[in-house]
């Protein structure tokens, strides 16, 4: 029974529970702010960016993407992401077009010492919240602009229980602890989880 939920969400994650769409589509739909994937807030000026990424997404940014691998490989990946639930998390200054490592920085020793942190100590900041149950990140990641985008990417991944998963909301939560704006909420419904389509590889 257990293996048939994890399979029923598995689906769903990839987008089994609506129509095919092209991998250019599948990308465009799951990355609008109108289908409540991708999820932004703003305090002040700085704005919080958060997108949450399908099992099919992330085949789909990976260098050896879905068109390369046959249907053998395919379910090999997707059974290696299936209790994952991963997201890319962003924080931007709305005023400039620096990095936000770069903007938080007075010089280049304060940069490494905030560097340092968003690539390690960062991780215990973030929780995801599902059915009553806090998870800490199995994976994180952090990806450093170095000053050729606005965008310190981080990667966050949790294994909540799928079965919690399949049946409730997740909230995703920050706690600030660079620019003290408390904890920064983001709740992902499975009604629009649900409602991904299938990319067509």
Not at 21 to 46: C, M, R
Not at 66 to 91: G, H
């Amino acid at each position: 029974m257990n293996k048939i939920c994890i399979w029923m969400l598995a689906l769903c994650l990839l987008g089994a529970c609506s129509g095919k769409k092209s991998p250019g589509d599948y990308k465009a739909y799951v990355e609008s702010l109108d289908n409540g994937l991708h999820q932004q807030k703003t305090i002040d000026k700085w704005l919080y960016d958060v997108q949450y990424k399908p099992s099919a997404y992330i085949m789909l940014g990976e260098s050896v993407g879905a068109a390369e691998r046959d249907a053998k490989q395919t379910a090999q990946r997707l059974e290696e992401l299936k209790d994952m639930v991963c997201f890319n998390f962003y924080i931007r200054n709305t005023e400039s077009e620096q990095s936000f490592l770069k903007v938080i920085s007075k010089d280049a020793q304060e940069y490494e010492k905030w560097l340092q942190f968003m690539s390690e100590g960062m991780k215990q900041n973030f929780t995801l919240e599902c059915n009553g149950v806090s998870y800490e990140p199995v994976v994180y990641h952090l990806e450093p602009a170095f000053g050729l985008s606005p965008f310190d990417k981080l990667v966050v991944a949790f294994e909540p229980n799928v079965t919690d998963m399949a049946a409730n909301d997740m909230t995703l939560s920050y706690a600030d602890k660079i620019l003290n704006h408390g904890i920064v909420k983001f709740k992902f419904s499975t009604t629009n989880i649900k409602k991904i389509p299938v990319p067509g590889f």
